[in-house]
């Protein structure tokens, strides 16, 4: 069982103090929120809002009122079984106010009560004067102007009519009075207001909407219209980069496939660069799968043995081998806070004769990186300047043959200022050409 007791002296009417406690809106400036009507027997909900020593929302019920003295509560809540009572005693010069509460605070107790005498001192000892000020203030503007009784003066300016008891008592005058001891142009005092003499009793809200600003205070409500704009916004963002997520072709491990000049097959051994001879034998027959060579000379002969000789041997001068061609073609996306750029490189042969050994470069922004890249290469990043070489397996290109490769690379930007893209290429020191 813990106990907690905190009094506080304060500068006003019994009252006013009374309003500050069982008003829910003012009490909700002051204190907490708490939607239950200063009556016998009612319920309703508290939202402490954070405040320390508090683990969340709980239950209220008031077990008696005596209006403008005290209050008895019930709390009931998670880690909280407590009897609260607020009492009011008249001093000399104001009010003095007690709270008192007893019971249950869960397994860090000690620790609970601590947090909550600090608590009340504050709201006790610095809000609630403030507020109570504050209705202070408000009392006195609403008070209505008293009116002022003039005599009037006499015929010819002569001595003022007497002023009789009789006229000071007229019915519809709230202000007449039978004291004749009053003299004319002396305001009276007004009598206090009934309305704060009386037990406050808020109607509960009506409809849809009352029931809905009764289960959920402004606090609350405040904190799920922020959550939900949070969550709007993540799944904005996550939309649009999903949308403008780069697109890949599929590549398969290895080379590209490659356009030959033959439908059905892939990369085609180029023609043999030595020429074919020619033989003859004793009937004049030609070996099967051997042909002559262009630029052979002379006619078949026979030996003294019959056995076929060669005619000839021909002398070819091997040609001059063409060099590799390339060219790229980028795809790019960007999204709210980077870019991403495919680029597609496709190495051509345009020779008879295969050709071994290539290098590509490629000139991107200098703060991209590197995400990926084919199978079928190796790539080497230095500033702004890209090297990619063929992999021991595809170095040679076939005469006619091509191989295709890709990079992607990344980089930073905000709302697409700042993206780039692939401002040059080479292969073996000539320009690529654009697809």
Request: charged share 20%; aromatic share 6%; with cysteine.
């Amino acid at each position: 069982m813990s106990e907690i007791s905190v009094d506080v002296d304060l500068q006003h009417p019994a009252r006013r103090v009374w309003r500050a406690l069982t008003d829910p809106r003012l009490l909700a400036e002051w204190f907490m929120d708490i939607d239950v009507e200063p009556r016998r027997g009612a319920a309703g909900r508290a939202y402490p809002g954070g405040l320390a020593g508090f683990g969340g929302p709980f239950d209220v019920e008031v077990a008696d009122i005596r209006p403008e003295r005290a209050i008895y509560l019930r709390w009931r809540g998670d880690q909280m079984h407590a009897e609260v009572r607020w009492e009011l005693d008249e001093i000399p010069g104001g009010t003095r106010l007690r709270l008192v509460q007893t019971g249950f605070l869960g397994l860090e107790g000690e620790r609970r009560r601590q947090e909550l005498r600090v608590a009340y001192q504050e709201k006790l000892a610095e809000l609630l004067p403030s507020t109570l000020d504050r209705i202070a203030e408000r009392e006195d503007a609403a008070m209505p102007r008293q009116p002022v009784l003039v005599a009037e003066r006499g015929p010819a300016g002569g001595p003022a009519a007497p002023v009789h008891a009789s006229d000071l008592q007229d019915p519809s005058d709230p202000w007449a009075t039978g004291d004749p001891s009053v003299s004319a142009g002396v305001a009276l005092p007004q009598p206090p207001a009934a309305e704060d003499s009386q037990e406050i009793t808020t109607p509960p809200p009506h409809g849809l909407a009352g029931r809905f600003a009764t289960a959920f205070p402004l606090q609350e409500r405040v904190r799920a219209t922020a959550l939900a704009v949070t969550v709007a916004l993540v799944v904005v963002t996550v939309g649009w980069l999903w949308l403008t997520r780069p697109i890949q072709p599929d590549s398969s491990a290895g080379t590209y496939p490659v356009a030959t000049q033959q439908p059905g097959f892939g990369q085609l051994p180029a023609p043999s660069a030595q020429p074919s001879v020619q033989v003859s034998g004793g009937q004049g027959g030609v070996v099967p799968g051997v042909s002559g060579s262009p630029g052979a000379s002379g006619g078949p002969s026979a030996g003294a043995s019959g056995q076929p000789q060669p005619e000839g041997t021909p002398t070819g001068v091997p040609a001059v081998e063409p060099k590799l061609t390339a060219e790229y073609s980028t795809q790019s996306s960007t999204g709210l806070l980077g870019y991403s750029v495919a680029v597609t490189v496709t190495v051509h042969n345009p020779g008879t004769t295969s050709h071994t050994g290539w290098t590509v470069i490629l000139t991107v922004p200098d703060g991209a990186k590197i995400d990926s890249s084919s199978s079928s290469v190796q790539v080497a990043k230095d500033g702004a300047k890209v090297t990619v070489t063929p992999t021991d397996a595809n170095k040679t290109v076939n005469g006619g043959g091509d191989i295709a490769f890709v990079v992607t690379f990344s980089g930073g930007s905000l709302l697409g200022i700042g993206s780039g893209g692939v401002t040059g290429c080479t292969i073996d020191g000539a320009d690529c050409g654009r697809a």
